[in-house]
């Protein structure tokens, strides 16, 4: 069961072995070899070319065709993009799947969702065809079912069998996507392809716009906080600046929940699959820190960055002393607004007030991690400049760090990234349904 679990082919997950306190004492009769090896599966394909050719034709003949690639679309990034280009279709990343397509590529729209860019929801809205490649569909990748109000069709590639008949008026490619992209590619190259110059070029401007946006919301400077009593940091702007030292130092980011994970995956460039870790089935709270601990495990651990609100820090600050105790060489940056913010964000735009999601006990976060024998722990200012400088130290020291960074909150919209779309949540319930029922797919 554990083998059949941590190797399955197309959704691996940890297994879990539960042994009861008296069992754990008794002594187990096995064989070593009877257990199982590593089970190998020959990647599969439809064996009929019936949906194939269909999807095949759509690709051909459709004008505006948009690529959703979800987290299992992952480790088949080349193919992802030939496909993209060979088919004139833009791909919309998911959370998960950052750097699918290097960040600059033109066929790039960026993350598309709730929390997604200007151009990856442009794209959502206009496309006609949804080519759906290792994706779950989850309600804030896909504003709860109405992400593709203008889509009349759906290419589904997925291993999955479940997952590739998410939505209805589906051509479902059920297999290995790697395997049956190449058969689409072998279909395409054959020619007939319709010009997309048009819908390229308008994705192109709507990408242009993010580009600007994001440089808008970096270049505002600091912004007067009502906690901090000072101008601090906006979250983008203190991010930004982490992931541009993630970026020169070839550091794996990990993101943690709310806000941070939000304004994190809107704000980071990647060129490849893998330079971004984040939680997207659960965002549990206290991932990023814990996840530092696999670099300390590892036998060959890479320096990794923990990006992390005071929030979710505190829901796993033991990582203090299980980061010392394995040997981490990694930095936890809290981006500090006094507050989860997240939540203080969802019950504005909800109810138009914010109810107990901060209070007013100051922590000195710096004082807390340098208790922790081993652990080095500095302020990162309240400047792009003054943080590089920071984690700069930070990453000299061949230890677990800590940079602790105020950030500001409040309504002034620069503080954040935007949001998009509808979410089938809370009050907003009865108005989403409604909406839902006049989708095609
Ligand atoms: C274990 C767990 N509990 C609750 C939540 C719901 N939740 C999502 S974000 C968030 C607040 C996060 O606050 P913080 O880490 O300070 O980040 P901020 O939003 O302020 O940037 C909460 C409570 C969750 N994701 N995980």
């Not at 735009?349 to 710096?366: L, W």
């Not at 922790?372 to 020291?397: C, N, P, Q």
């Not at 949001?419 to 009050?427: F, Q």
Request: aromatic share 8%; net charge negative.
């Amino acid at each position: 069961m554990g083998a059949s679990c941590v190797y399955h082919p197309f959704k691996a997950a940890p297994f879990y072995l539960n042994l009861p306190l008296n069992t754990q004492p008794q002594k187990l009769d096995i064989r070593l070899d009877s257990l199982p090896t590593i089970p190998t599966y020959e990647p599969t394909i439809p064996a009929a070319d019936h949906n194939l050719l269909e999807a095949v034709e759509l690709l051909k003949s459709t004008g505006k065709v948009a690529i959703k690639a979800g987290g299992g679309s992952r480790p088949f990034a080349s193919q992802v993009r030939a496909l993209a280009e060979a088919a004139g279709a833009v791909v919309v990343e998911a959370p998960g799947s950052l750097g699918i397509l290097p960040d600059s590529h033109p066929q790039n729209m960026h993350v598309g969702g709730s929390k997604g860019s200007i151009s990856g929801n442009y794209a959502m809205q206009e496309a006609d065809l949804l080519v759906a490649i290792g994706s779950r569909a989850v309600c804030q990748s896909d504003c709860s079912g109405m992400g593709w109000p203008k889509a009349k069709h759906v290419i589904n590639i997925n291993a999955d069998p479940v997952d590739v008949q998410h939505y209805a008026q589906t051509t479902a490619l059920n297999g290995d996507i790697g395997e049956v992209v190449k058969l689409l590619l072998s279909e395409l190259s054959k020619g007939g392809v319709s010009n997309k110059a048009e819908w390229l070029k308008d994705c192109a401007a709507k990408k242009g716009d993010w580009t600007a946006f994001k440089s808008d919301l970096y270049a505002a400077g600091a912004v007067n906080d009502e906690v901090w009593h000072r101008g601090v940091m906006t979250q983008p702007q203190a991010i930004k600046a982490a992931a541009d030292f993630c970026k020169k130092h070839d550091a794996i980011k990990f993101f943690d929940a709310g806000d941070v994970q939000a304004n994190g995956f809107q704000v980071v460039e990647d060129d490849r699959v893998g330079e971004t870790i984040t939680e997207t089935g659960a965002s549990y709270m206290g991932f990023a820190v814990s996840a530092l601990i696999a670099g300390g495990v590892a036998e060959e651990g890479r320096y990794s960055v923990a990006f992390t609100g005071d929030g979710s820090f505190m829901m796993n600050p033991q990582v203090l002393i299980d980061g010392v105790e394995h040997g981490v060489h990694g930095t936890i940056i809290i981006f500090d607004n006094r507050r989860m913010a997240a939540i203080s964000h969802l019950q504005l735009a909800q109810y138009g007030n914010d109810y107990r999601t901060n209070d007013g006990v100051a922590v000195d976060y710096i004082a807390m991690a340098n208790a922790v024998e081993g652990v080095l722990a500095i302020s990162g200012g309240h400047s792009a400049e003054d943080l590089s400088e920071a984690l700069e130290k930070a990453r000299a020291h061949k230890g677990l760090s800590v940079v602790h960074v105020p950030v500001y909150h409040g309504e002034n919209p620069i503080g954040g990234m935007g949001a998009y779309g509808n979410w089938n949540v809370g009050n907003w319930c009865d108005d989403v349904q409604d909406k839902y029922l006049k989708m095609s797919i």
